[in-house]
Nanobody, 117 residues
């Protein structure tokens, strides 16, 4: 069963950039679609970026054009490059395998992203 560990979060000013990493410990990584989710204070966890096993990508309107999801199957890692960050991007960010359009594995601890002056 896949386990995921997120890293790379932190505090940045509006307009700044961060790159998040998600390391998988399982053996089936290459066959899964992978998603980045975020949960802002007082909000539900929401899918914001998706990458298929073949490399196709999809983004929520709120991040399209600013965030880029990528994967390195040889390293069992998925990335989220976040540019032009806004205060409304402040959230805990999580990754997960996506199977049948739903998160598949248990949730990790996530990584906190805070965007403020």
């Amino acid at each position: 069963q896949e386990q995921f560990v997120e890293s790379g979060g932190g505090w940045v000013q509006p307009g700044g950039s961060l790159r998040l990493s998600c390391a998988a410990s399982g053996s089936m990584f290459r066959i899964y679609s992978m998603g980045w989710y975020r949960q802002a204070p007082g909000k539900q966890r929401a899918l914001i970026a998706l990458i298929g096993s073949g490399g196709s990508t999809n983004y929520a309107d709120s991040v399209k054009g600013r965030f880029t999801i990528s994967r390195d199957n040889a390293e069992n890692t998925v990335y989220l490059q976040m540019n032009s960050l806004k205060p409304e991007d402040t959230a805990v960010y999580y990754c997960n395998a996506v199977v049948g359009s739903r998160p598949f594995a248990s949730w990790g601890q996530g990584t906190q992203v805070t965007v403020s002056t």
